[in-house]
T-cell receptor
Framework: DVKVTQSSRYLVKRTGEKVFLECVQDMDHENMFWYRQDPGLGLRLIYFSYDVKMKEKGDIPEGYSVSREKKERFSLILESASTNQTSMYLC????????????FGSGTQLSVL | DAKTTQPNSMESNEEEPVHLPCNHSTISGTDYIHWYRQLPSQGPEYVIHGLTSNVNNRMASLAIAEDRKSSTLILHRATLRDAAVYYCILRHLQGGSEKLVFGKGTKLTVNP
């Protein structure tokens, strides 16, 4: 079975801290995605990557950056965490092709105090 | 961005069929229709997808309208474990890159 692993299930950080969220997949997928999920707003795409060192902005990239140095790992970086970045963060991966399905991690609930 | 519209919530009884509708009137000819569901405290999981023809798998069936402006996810016999938020999504190309944009989904409640 495909596994998408997010480094932490729960994370508590202080305002202004630099935060790293890590995601690793074990199926050699080209595409990787970061979403955030907030009550009433559904899932919103932050960034995605279709190859190593390649990245594309999603719908809400402000305040975030990403890094993909290796194919299996996609990191989401909050340069200076703010309280409005308190959210559930979900990572996903999949093969290229619009007919291909995505596999999601279990999510990281980030609280910024 | 291509968008989808779903009812906020639906209710069903256990062991009855459930039809979850989705409107996607701005769909383009190459967009694939995907359905995912999210159980409580979990990430979304793939359910089914299609392009033009109806599709069946062990989890569900997908009925796609002839004009492709709407689709329906069919759970043939709902169980309590099917209680989840169901997302209808269009997977398309934008600026040469693939995107999969989620809407707000339909929360399905299954009554025993």
């Amino acid at each position: 079975d495909v596994k998408v692993t997010q480094s932490s299930r729960y994370l508590v950080k202080r305002t202004g801290e630099k935060v790293f969220l890590e995601c690793v997949q074990d199926m050699d997928h080209e595409n990787m995605f970061w979403y955030r999920q907030d009550p009433g707003l559904g899932l919103r795409l932050i960034y995605f990557s279709y190859d190593v060192k390649m990245k594309e902005k999603g719908d809400i990239p402000e305040g975030y950056s990403v890094s993909r140095e290796k194919k299996e790992r996609f990191s989401l970086i909050l340069e200076s965490a703010s309280t409005n970045q308190t959210s559930m963060y979900l990572c996903a991966s999949g093969l290229q092709g619009r007919w291909e399905k995505l596999f999601f991690g279990s999510g990281t609930q980030l609280s910024v105090l | 961005d291509a968008k989808t519209t779903q009812p906020n919530s639906m209710e069903s009884n256990e062991e009855e069929p459930v039809h979850l509708p989705c409107n996607h009137s701005t769909i383009s000819g190459t967009d694939y229709i995907h359905w995912y569901r999210q159980l409580p405290s979990q990430g979304p999981e793939y359910v089914i997808h299609g392009l033009t023809s109806n599709v069946n798998n062990r989890m569900a069936s997908l009925a796609i309208a002839e004009d492709r402006k709407s689709s329906t996810l069919i759970l043939h016999r709902a169980t309590l474990r099917d209680a989840a938020v169901y997302y209808c999504i269009l997977r398309h190309l934008q600026g040469g890159s693939e995107k999969l944009v989620f809407g707000k989904g339909t929360k399905l409640t299954v009554n025993p």
